[in-house]
């Protein structure tokens, strides 16, 4: 915390003569503030282990799709698709969302159906229309493999392969999706060639006349809240978990860092590139039934919104966990 509060004079320093904020509402994210299961770190073998479960395909009925069949490691932690493909090979129904930086997540999903990161584990796995494996068939499947067998009693103990601990063994590798030296985490450590002039415009914007801020602070440049931006299309999003009418549209504010890589946009993949999701927010969405009062015209110019791109590129960062070596 002490970190970005000593920069801020800095950035203020940097960025004049531009306007700006009285605080800057952006920073590097801090490993301290991680919020871990019984406030334990994982070890170095629980997290091998949700690793290697993570790239492994046998956690689906078909046994051909894993976790990292979404989350490609090459696609920015997406997979470059509108809508995902679930086990059957049909489209899902929204965009699939990179995970960097979930660790300091509170709630996931477009929507915020789950509250931890060792929930939303397991919820794709046994959707049937993701990967379409019941976690008392995937017990059974996990437990044909001594490998495993023997790696979840060493790290959980005595009937150590539950559904939980595979959870808690995915949510340990996911927690190392870490990313936090892209070139506005060295701006932000004191390093003013790190940015370009054009991002540095940019991130005047971004904070100022472009209002991202408004949705997209803090270090992972995400409230985590829900918002109707004006995206078109009947999906109810946050209202089918919480019921309420204002709720209705609305989808959690995506995180930013390595967004260049993780096109297509929104939760519904309908925009393709980064430059068409700014023109998007200048003209202030195209549905304006319920629409958040957040989202206004913004009137930027063409050189405003090249800008804005830029900075948006500075945000890039890529994390490339390996392919593990699988059990037999």
């Not at 044909?144 to 067998?149: A, H, I, S, T």
């Not at 959870?167 to 060295?186: E, K, Y």
């Not at 919480?242 to 967004?259: I, Q, Y």
């Amino acid at each position: 915390m002490l970190k970005n509060v000593l920069i801020f004079p800095f950035l203020l320093l940097v960025l004049a003569p531009f306007p700006v904020v009285a605080e800057i509402p952006l920073g590097t994210p801090d490993p301290y503030d991680i919020l871990y299961p019984d406030d334990e770190e994982p070890s170095a073998a629980e997290i091998q282990l949700g690793h290697q479960l993570f790239f492994d395909p046998r956690l689906s009925a078909s046994g051909r799709v894993s976790c990292a069949t979404c989350h490609l490691p090459e696609a920015g932690l997406g997979d470059g698709l509108e809508r995902a493909q679930g086990n059957s090979g049909k489209p899902l129904r929204r965009n699939t969302p990179h995970l960097y930086n979930l660790a300091w997540n509170l709630v996931f999903f477009w929507d915020g159906r789950a509250t931890s990161l060792e929930e939303q584990s397991l919820m794709p796995i046994s959707d049937p229309e993701e990967m379409n494996l019941p976690l008392p068939r995937m017990i059974e499947i996990l437990g044909g493999v001594k490998l495993y067998r023997n790696r979840f009693e060493e790290i959980y103990g005595s009937g150590g392969l539950t559904a939980d601990n595979v959870g808690r063994a995915l949510a340990a590798f996911q927690r190392t999706l870490v990313s936090d030296n892209a070139p506005f985490d060295r701006f932000m450590a004191g390093n003013r060639a790190a940015l370009s002039e054009e991002a540095v415009r940019g991130m005047r914007i971004f904070i100022g006349k472009g209002r991202c801020t408004k949705c997209h602070d803090g270090p992972n440049f995400t409230d985590q809240s829900f918002h109707n931006i004006g995206v078109g299309g009947d999906d109810p999003g946050r209202f089918e978990v919480v019921a309420d009418e204002s709720l209705r549209g609305a989808f959690k504010t995506p995180g930013l860092r390595n967004v260049a890589l993780t096109a297509p946009y929104m939760h519904n993949g309908s925009i393709g590139t980064l430059e068409e999701v700014i023109r998007f927010y200048n003209r202030g969405g195209d549905r304006k039934d319920n629409l958040s009062k957040l989202i206004v015209p913004l009137g930027l110019s063409e050189r405003e919104i090249a800008d804005l791109l830029a900075f948006l590129g500075a945000l890039t960062d890529p994390v490339w966990p390996a392919r593990p070596a699988l059990p037999d």
